[in-house]
């Protein structure tokens, strides 16, 4: 037993610092508007974890690369919605990290215009989207969203629409009325 002791301890020693760089975590004000937006990314879990205090436009998301979901909590609507990621339209972990690194990017990904409209029936069985997922929606509505084809006439209410945006470069519209507000 006493031999293990001290190869446990040098895995330990070596093996921290190497986990640490696996998780970066940065804040950054919001261009034009008054909050912060703090960026969390744990590349080993594959997830991005965004929450964004700006006061027109509050939310909470979750960037879940493992299964490409993009979850919101969209504190105006009191409801959360759910996304698949479209990896061609998103910008990938790697992106993320070196902007969160403040390293320059040859480019960002172009996801400007992105809209997505709420589809009527609401998610039933949350715990099948991860536990984060699940903790951050809890005790809220939520429902699947669907992204527009682009070039496709919108059918809704634009007032209706939330923005959300992480960094510079992922600016989405979450368009439609959400069923029972």
């Not at 759910?82 to 040859?106: G, N, Q, W």
């Amino acid at each position: 037993m006493k031999y293990l002791i001290a190869p446990s301890i040098l895995v330990a020693f070596f093996l921290t610092p190497s986990l640490a760089l696996l998780d970066i975590s940065d804040s950054h004000p919001l261009d034009g508007s008054v909050g912060t937006q703090s960026i969390r990314v744990n590349a080993f879990r594959g997830m991005v974890s965004i929450r964004d205090n700006n006061v027109l436009s509050e939310w909470d998301g979750i960037l879940d690369y493992e299964n490409a979901l993009l979850a919101a909590k969209l504190f105006s609507k009191m409801a959360c919605v759910l996304a698949k990621m479209d990896p061609s339209a998103f910008p990938t972990l790697d992106d993320i990290i070196k902007a969160l690194d403040h390293k320059p990017l040859k480019r960002y990904p172009s996801t400007h215009g992105l809209t997505y409209t709420v589809l009527p029936d609401r998610v039933k069985n949350l715990a099948q989207y991860g536990v984060s997922i699940k903790e951050m929606c809890r005790d809220v509505p939520t429902y699947f969203v669907q992204q527009q084809k682009e070039g496709s006439a919108l059918a809704t209410n634009p007032d209706s629409c939330s923005e959300i945006q992480l960094l510079s470069f992922l600016g989405l519209s979450i368009c439609g009325e959400i069923p029972g507000l």
